[in-house]
């Protein structure tokens, strides 16, 4: 039985193994936690672990991932009506933000983060996150000097962090290196065995007489192990072994051996101290921030494809509409000219030139169709996550927001706008938090160049058992031998000739029957440590190379707001020149028209001014929607363009839009249904 005694030690060893346990669970000194972040669709946050309550095995079996949804939003049918959609730009921002599969892709990229955070709170290194900008979307360049950016799998454009492939093959960062770091989840390791061995006897002297003898062992042990934030590595093990044998010289059969040791390790230079074990955790949260940051930065690139595609798309809408009015203008002038012709008011010859411009214009109105059809794909393929629906897949797409134009444009300082730029540009946001990581990656890595040296301290306890082996001879002291059981020397537990229980026998582990403690310390110093001094000075320069592109980023957004700014009041006063020359093309048409009614004219010379008329018009649908775009560019530019379009983060990392966008400079149109371009296939 065991004593009063030996519980109370068992119990205080328990609860040392169980506060140890409960401070990997408090939170770092100094750092606070990440605001939690709206995941909608998720099941749950991948950061925390599951819990053992109330599935004890949960923790050890595979979690499963729901399949994408390939499922267009309820909001496409909505906008659906009579195999034409109804689109305004509001409308295009909120399906983009539910359906484009850029966006469903990128939010992938956001629990892969918190994976990293479980990963590192175990102690594990992190596997990083591809924070690049995925832009799949075809037909909607982004705007900017830097051209069209990355696309691929989780984002390939270039991004803070992470690891790029140089010139010379695959090029890793040092980011992460240090002290090795102990896991912080408990480990529990345990044996149970049974072994049955027979040993052929080799000398005439076997005590034995077959000559073989036969051992049968038992054995139980278990341990356990874990890491502590500051640098504590515990270890405590606990061993059972039950041995008999038919050997005459083994004093007990049945035999007991139990035994005990609690050790702590504590590293005092290299790994010593929260930051250099703690450096995955801080890294993995910041990571978790750069995911946050590149997906509000993949919803600006996102919309602003979206924004440039409605304006393509408003564009070849109206230059559809110009072209047919053109086209239904000439084919009057030609039914006029062949009625002028039977009356022998007008020569032959005005009708075949009547017939040329006729099929000129029939030309222009089929490119301008099929560039129509093709910017109505494009918007249909960026708008929905598939197009097998055919009723969607043969649908017109119809905008129904025109280009509004402010009376007066807004005159804002230009070093304002920059200050914008610098202070809500997403780039530059992943670029500091970069910053912040690399500097918590110098100091683990200098941490790394000491010594390895640790002060160790240890307690244990044996405990023996069993019985005397029959087999044995009982000393008798008149007749001694070399062969028997002495009493008086044997064990103290044996000493009164019976059995040992096991109970007694794990008594004495905590009774100081036979205690095994001791205390010590280990030094292991590289002599030249040249492993070392290279990861630390290529640390400090990459963390210089990251403070030379972070300042290349912020030079790069004074250029890019200056050139959208540049842009904005190039494209008004194109629109201003466009309708000017509309306006004129319009009167001089009037007044040529007249003159054909008062017969000092030709009709040629009307189909002209028609002509110069109709591309005049489309000049100015053209520069009205490089006015839009360059505006949409000045937004992205300065960082603000999700407010100025009224896109609700919240809603965007959910796909589920219920605010709805307001995007600005746009104006309904009046009547659809009356500037609706005629059914493909009709003049």
Not at 228 to 247: D, V
């Amino acid at each position: 039985m065991f004593s009063l005694e030996s519980v109370v030690r068992s119990y205080a060893l328990t609860a040392l193994l169980s506060v140890a346990a409960w401070t990997q669970n408090t939170p770092l000194p100094q750092t606070p936690q990440p605001a939690p972040t709206a995941q909608g669709y998720l099941a749950r946050d991948y950061s925390r672990p599951r819990s053992h309550f109330p599935n004890p095995i949960a923790p050890f079996a595979p979690e499963h991932v729901p399949p994408p949804n390939f499922s267009n939003s309820s909001r496409m049918e909505q906008l659906l009506h009579d195999g034409r959609l109804l689109l305004s730009l509001n409308d295009a921002i909120a399906l983009t933000l539910e359906n484009n599969l850029d966006l469903v892709l990128a939010r992938y990229n956001l629990n892969i983060a918190d994976t990293d955070i479980l990963r590192s709170k175990a102690g594990s290194n992190v596997l990083g996150v591809n924070t690049g900008v995925v832009q799949n979307t075809p037909g909607g360049g982004v705007g900017g000097l830097s051209g069209t950016v990355g696309s691929g799998t989780g984002g390939t454009s270039v991004a803070a962090g992470g690891v790029g492939t140089g010139t010379n093959g695959l090029v890793s960062s040092t980011l992460g290196l240090g002290s090795t770091i102990t896991s912080f989840d408990p480990i529990l390791t345990g044996t149970l065995q049974m072994d049955r061995a027979f040993t052929e006897s080799t000398t005439i002297f076997s005590p034995v007489p077959t000559g073989i003898i036969n051992t049968n062992t038992g054995t139980a042990s278990f341990g356990y192990q874990q890491g502590l934030h500051w640098g504590t590595n515990i270890i405590a093990a606990f061993n059972n072994t039950h041995t008999t044998s038919n050997n005459p010289t083994t004093t007990y059969s049945p035999y007991l051996a139990t035994g005990f040791q609690f050790r702590l390790t504590q590293q005092l230079l290299q790994g010593f101290g929260f930051l250099p074990n703690t450096r995955f955790i801080r890294i993995a949260k910041n990571n978790r921030e750069i995911s946050d940051v590149a997906f509000r930065l993949q919803v600006i690139t996102t919309v602003d494809q979206i924004e440039n595609l409605y304006w393509d798309l408003v564009y070849a809408y109206e230059n559809v509409r110009v072209q047919q009015d053109n086209l239904a203008f000439a084919q009057r002038t030609l039914a006029d000219n062949k009625r002028q012709v039977q009356f022998g008011t007008l020569p032959p010859i005005q009708v075949v030139s009547a017939q040329a411009t006729v099929a000129t214009d029939q030309q222009a109105l089929t490119l301008a169709r099929t560039n129509l059809e093709l910017q109505e794909l494009l918007m249909k393929n960026a708008l929905s996550r598939n197009l097998e629906d055919p009723i969607l897949a043969s649908a017109e797409v119809i905008p129904t927001s025109v280009m509004k134009l402010p009376e007066q444009e807004p005159v804002v300082p230009t070093q304002d706008l920059i200050n914008d730029g610098l202070q809500h540009r997403a780039e530059l946001v992943e670029s500091r938090i970069d910053l912040n990581s690399r500097d918590l990656n110098i100091k683990a890595v200098r941490n790394a160049m000491l010594p390895a040296l640790n002060l160790f301290a240890y307690y244990g306890g044996d405990g023996i058992g069993g019985d005397v082996n029959p087999l044995v001879t009982v000393c008798n002291p008149a007749t001694p031998t070399s062969f028997c059981f002495d009493k008086a020397r044997a064990a103290p537990p044996f000493r009164n000739g019976g059995p040992v229980s096991y109970g007694n026998t794990l008594r004495q582990m905590f009774t100081s029957v036979a205690p095994d403690k001791g205390v010590g310390l280990t030094l292991n110093i590289p002599v030249r440590n040249r492993t070392a001094q290279a990861n630390q000075v290529r640390s400090e320069l990459e963390y210089r190379q990251a403070q030379v592109r972070l300042q290349q980023l912020e030079n790069q957004v004074r250029i890019e707001v200056r050139n959208a700014q540049f842009d904005v009041e190039q494209n008004r006063a194109s629109v201003q020149s466009a309708q000017a020359a509309v306006e004129l093309a319009r009167q001089t048409l009037d007044a040529e028209q007249k003159k054909l009614a008062a017969g000092v004219s030709t009709s040629t010379a009307v189909l002209q001014n028609e002509a110069t008329l109709t591309m005049e018009e489309s000049n100015l649908v053209s520069a009205m929607a490089a006015y839009e775009k360059s505006q949409v560019e000045l937004d992205r530019a300065t960082g603000l363009l999700l407010d100025r379009a009224g896109v609700v983060m919240s809603d965007a990392i959910r796909g589920e839009v219920e605010h709805m966008p307001s995007a600005p400079f746009i104006t309904p149109r009046t009547d659809v249904q009356s500037v609706m371009p005629a059914p493909k296939g009709m003049p």
